[in-house]
């Protein structure tokens, strides 16, 4: 069975440009949770849906990020407009809401904004 | 709001010893989890504790939930190379609660 698949693997941008991260959950979970993690602050939680609609998403750093998940195989998370402090590496997860707590990662996207 | 301590921060073992690493947590939680990230891929979930005094082992791996349940410790044995990684730790307060995790262990098994 595929796992996660997140899109792209790595993306290098420069400060101000649009960046879009894309993310297909593994088929018949339904809740997604997208993740940032830097050697600062460790895996933070950014934003989790379930069932497509958003429960918290309190870890949004700030307006420049939003997420949308507009069907059960497909979200993503975008950064408008992006800044060097955004370098990091974004994890989406997804679950079963019944076995929430059993999270299962795709393999990242390593984002670099110069 | 909630923090979890890992420890060790890091080891380093000789191919063949057992590790033992543990986290703790200011507050309860009603799941324990830990993950191990290999360099560049997402972390990969090992072992699911739901129940306090739960011990649960998967292969060369035992996991312990604390009877407090402020507390879970991760026990490796007879450690081989491919057990290099990161580990993390995580814990869930209710069923629709986020995962907090650890700071991570960072282990090196020399051959």
């Known amino acids: 069975d595929a796992g996660v698949i997140q899109s792209p693997r790595h993306e290098v941008t420069e400060m101000g440009q649009e960046v879009t991260l894309r993310c297909k959950p593994i088929s018949g979970h339904n809740s997604l949770f997208w993740y940032r993690q830097t050697m600062m602050r460790g895996l933070e939680l950014l934003i989790y849906f379930n069932n497509n609609v958003p429960i918290d998403d309190s870890g949004m750093p700030e307006d420049r990020f939003s997420a949308k998940m507009p069907n059960a195989s497909f979200s993503t998370l975008k950064i408008q407009p992006s800044e060097p402090r955004d370098s990091a590496v974004y994890f989406c997860?997804?679950?079963?809401?019944?076995?929430?707590?059993?999270?299962?990662f795709g393999p990242g996207t390593r984002l670099t904004v110069l | 709001g909630q923090q979890l301590n890992q420890s060790p921060q890091s080891m380093f073992i000789q191919e063949g010893e057992d590790v033992s690493m543990n986290c703790t947590s200011s507050s309860i939680f009603n799941t324990w989890l830990w993950y191990k990230q290999d360099p560049g891929e997402g972390p990969v979930l090992l072992i699911a504790?739901?129940?306090?005094?739960e011990l649960t082992s998967n292969g060369r791996l035992t996991a312990q939930f604390g009877i407090t349940r402020k507390d879970s410790f991760l026990n490796i044995s007879a450690s081989i190379p491919s057990d290099v990684g990161i580990y993390f730790c995580a814990g869930q307060l209710g069923g629709y609660g986020k995962l907090t995790f650890g700071q991570g262990t960072i282990l090196t098994v020399h051959p």
């Open positions: 504790l739901y129940k306090a005094g």
């Open positions: 997860a997804s679950s079963f809401s019944s076995i929430f707590n059993e999270q299962f």
